[in-house]
């Protein structure tokens, strides 16, 4: 088996975003997104009173983050679930709420350097693609069962690909006559179907299709979209919620949450905002960030990152948590 390298985005960046709400005793991190636990391991080294709750669906990834992060003892907890799932998470430690949240999204670095995982369009690989391996559909089975309409619809939205229904037509009627495997197979039909103008821009003709899929079969957009509230929901007061997305609908939605949240609910024609009304979250970042181009010189993953962080500056009125 191929060993998996780890090379974490914005590395610095992060961790500077974090380490404010993490410089009191006892500060909880969650590292929504824990992979190999190179973030963590940042955040345990420079910001010695924090502890960090490392969450994956991957239980590979698990085990190899326990082993780096070891030296850390209990300072570090792993835990197997999906991100979505923090409320969940913390109400089983005992946490009415903590002081940062990270979420570092898409494919991590481990899975696409395993060539057995088949999240690469590099190699001749099982269509797998699932995050946690333990259970439900692969993308091999999202391209078999699916008709021209669905997968249209999958490459279109998450893929954003301009000849999805061109593709999926293709896929279905190469299905017929055998069904798909391996990522090799449909890495060539994608050769034979996307015209050789359009493969020429935009990266590898496959990289839209494959993205598009490994989002399909993780459910990806619709576990974000419960898990940044949850995420806000969260924290405490001077707590953050900083997200790493790679993907314009997951920077889109992102946004949007943020944007919500730091909002104030009195009218927006009102010339003042009534004590008590004020937001209480603010963002931390100005729009999205993104990596300067000696980072994505070093890192090309760097090259599509764009990066928010968000703060709660006031404690709850629900209830909720401990405020």
């Known amino acids: ?165 061109r593709i999926a037509a293709a896929i279905v009627r190469e299905r017929d006559r055998e069904p798909f495997t391996t990522s090799g197979r449909l890495v060539a039909l994608l050769y034979d179907v996307i015209p050789a103008p359009a493969r020429r821009t935009g990266g590898h003709p496959a990289k839209r299709t494959f993205q598009a899929l490994r989002m399909e079969v993780n459910d990806e957009l619709r576990v974000l979209e419960r898990a940044v509230p949850a995420a806000i929901d969260a924290i405490g007061v001077g707590g953050r919620v900083v997200v790493e997305s790679y993907h314009s609908l997951e920077d889109r939605l992102v946004k949007r949450a943020f944007t919500a949240a730091a909002k104030s609910d009195v009218p927006e024609d009102l010339p003042f905002v009534p004590e008590g009304h004020e937001p209480a979250l603010r963002l931390v970042t100005r729009g999205a960030e993104q990596a300067n181009a000696e980072e994505i010189a070093e890192n090309p993953r760097a090259a599509s990152v764009r990066l928010r962080a968000i703060e709660r500056v006031r404690p709850r009125t629900d209830g909720k948590g401990a405020a």
Do not use: W
Not at 39 to 68: F, K, M, N, Q, T
Not at 87 to 109: A, I, K, Q, R, W
Not at 114 to 132: K, T
């Open 1 to 165: 088996m191929t060993t998996p390298r780890h090379v974490p985005v914005l590395l610095d960046r992060v961790v500077a975003l974090l380490a404010p709400a993490l410089d009191h005793k006892d500060s909880v991190l969650v590292d929504a997104t824990l992979g190999l636990g190179g973030h963590s391991e940042a955040v345990l080294a420079r910001c010695e009173l924090a502890r960090v709750i490392g969450i994956d669906r991957d239980p590979r990834a698990l085990e190899l983050s326990r082993e780096r992060l070891a030296p850390y003892g209990d300072r570090f907890t792993a835990v197997h679930a999906v991100y979505d799932e923090i409320p969940e998470v913390l109400s089983d430690l005992g946490l009415p709420e903590v002081d940062g949240v990270l979420f570092d999204l898409g494919v991590s670095s481990m899975q696409l350097d395993l060539p057995e995982r088949g999240f690469a369009y590099s190699v001749d690989a099982p269509l797998d693609m699932r995050m946690d391996s333990g259970g439900g559909p692969t993308a091999a089975d999202v391209l078999n069962t699916y008709d021209v309409p669905a997968l249209t619809r999958v490459l279109r939205e998450y893929g954003e690909e301009r000849l999805a229904k």
